[in-house]
């Protein structure tokens, strides 16, 4: 079913002692966002387990920031997803940019880490976005369609119905420059159009489409406003209490 989602992306952040008292802040807060908004958060591997415990009994899901691709074994320095499961992820980020980026995350890969994830019953955050110099010479629609069916289409319905996906602009990651509502409400109807034409009218409406990139309080309200926008994928302002909740309260 298509819900509001508000996920934060704490990165490579805090240590585990202010991760906790960020995860007890939140708690505190919690009652001020509309119930029918999911927060989401998504601490570093080292975290998880602390974080789980605090939030526990709350309305806050737990979300790794990203999974192997294997499912167990000699895989030094990886975290399975049953290791998540087991520390109490409900999710995991999968193709971040900054993974794609600076880890060689290919499409491939990720096909086989949403399958793992969605075997243990963890829903994957599917992100897809552009680069701005993609973008500058008007290829951001071509991009998107390569991300999604290089990995989504390769999915069955019923996998794809447990999928949400994050449009992230790389270029609005981290810069304080936010895509337009109108910009991103046009790239949401895009991925909405694409999933619609390979799976169906019935999943494509059920999926949750988050926007991240420079989201914050002061331009949540109008962002989410949008048709095809079902909350976002928070980073820096993920990390501050009162802007995480802020911008679940914009809904
Ligand atoms: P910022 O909100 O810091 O731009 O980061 C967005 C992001 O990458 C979330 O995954």
Request: charged share 20%; proline share 3%; with cysteine.
């Amino acid at each position: 079913m298509r819900r509001k989602i508000v996920a934060g992306n704490w990165k490579m952040n805090t240590t585990v002692a202010e991760g906790v008292d960020l995860a007890k802040s939140l708690v505190a807060k919690i009652k001020e966002v509309p119930s029918d908004v999911n927060l989401i958060i998504a601490p570093p591997f080292t975290h998880l387990v602390s974080v789980a415990q605090v939030i526990s009994g709350s309305k806050i899901a737990l979300s790794a920031q990203n999974c192997a691709d294997e499912i167990k074994g000699a895989y030094t320095g990886e975290v399975s997803v049953s290791m998540l499961k087991s520390a109490g992820c409900a999710y995991t980020i999968l193709g971040h940019s900054e993974r794609r980026e600076y880890y060689g995350e290919t499409s491939s890969k990720l096909v086989k880490k949403i399958k793992l994830a969605l075997n243990e019953g963890v829903m994957p955050i599917f992100c897809v976005g552009e680069k701005l110099e993609e973008r500058n010479a008007g290829k951001h629609f071509v991009i998107i369609g390569a991300q999604l069916s290089e990995v989504l289409f390769e999915l069955t319905p019923e996998e794809m119905a447990h999928v949400v996906i994050a449009y992230e602009p790389v270029w609005a990651i981290g810069t304080g420059v936010t895509a337009t509502s109108e910009q991103a409400q046009e790239i949401h109807a895009f991925i909405r159009k694409e999933i619609a034409g390979r799976f169906g009218d019935s999943i494509a409406n059920d999926t949750s489409i988050l926007y991240g990139g420079s989201c914050k309080p002061s331009n949540a309200k109008e962002l989410f406003a949008c048709k095809d926008i079902d909350g976002g994928l928070i980073g820096g302002a993920a990390l501050k209490a009162d802007d995480f909740i802020a911008i679940a309260q914009s809904y």
